[in-house]
């Protein structure tokens, strides 16, 4: 029983949209473990009568008002929202986590890539070559990092490349890799992060 559960497939999704947001979801089976980020609830009309919209307007001025306390007696100004992590980053984010994926998994891990294109554009022509010439490279090392530690497999029809967009101010990516290891595999990477972490905060007590 315990081998059939450690040798069960499982599929971590990843997908970075074109509106820029980051999606993680891990599935067995067909059934969901986790998602990143969360499904949003479902809209209720009782959400939108005016008793309801009157309790959320004074739950967040409550909100504000103590939020606006503590900036005050600690002398710190609001903070603003931070800004969207750039789309490098953001590629980077996916090898680093392919990379600590598939080196763990001992080569076993399959991946499908159904698209990986990214179309850069700026408000300035040369800023648009100069972020093509960044992201190239960084798409290009993701690939090699696939091929080097995976069985991959790319579908004839799937888009992959840079191209830019001189006539567009933004920048758009379609990601879509699917990873499909074992519990075994999976279990042995939270494994190795543990004693990552618990290494690591070590070496800060000590110091």
């Known amino acids: 029983m315990i081998v059939f559960i450690l040798i069960l497939p499982v599929t971590l999704s990843l997908k970075l949209d074109e509106s820029g947001q980051l999606r993680l979801r891990l599935h067995i089976l067909g059934i969901p473990l986790y998602r990143?980020?969360?499904r949003q609830k479902r809209v209720r009309l009782s959400h939108y009568s005016k008793r309801a919209m009157a309790r959320r307007k004074k739950k967040e001025e409550r909100r504000q008002k103590k939020k606006a306390k503590r900036c005050k007696e600690s002398g710190a100004s609001p903070t603003p929202p931070p800004d969207k992590a750039p789309l490098i980053d953001k590629i980077s984010f996916i090898t680093d986590l392919a990379t600590a994926l598939l080196r763990r998994s001992l080569s076993h891990a399959r991946v499908r890539v159904d698209c990986l294109t990214v179309t850069v554009g700026s408000s300035d022509a040369a800023k648009t070559a100069i972020l093509?010439?960044?992201?190239?490279?960084?798409?290009?090392?993701l690939l090699e990092t696939l091929e080097q530690f995976s069985h991959l497999h790319i579908s004839p029809n799937t888009l992959v490349g840079v191209a830019p967009d001189f006539t567009s101010e933004h920048?758009?990516?379609?990601i879509r890799l699917h990873f499909r290891l074992h519990v075994?595999?999976?279990?042995d990477i939270a494994l190795h992060t543990l004693v990552h972490i618990l290494r690591?905060?070590?070496?800060?007590s000590k110091h």
């Not at 920048?171 to 379609?174: E, F, G, I, L, N």
């Not at 075994?184 to 279990?187: G, I, K, N, P």
């Not at 690591?200 to 800060?204: L, T, W």
């Open 36 to 38: 990143s980020p969360k």
């Open 184 to 187: 075994v595999h999976l279990a």
């Open 200 to 204: 690591n905060s070590s070496k800060k």
């Open 132 to 141: 093509c010439g960044v992201i190239s490279p960084a798409l290009a090392f």
């Open 171 to 174: 920048t758009q990516a379609d």
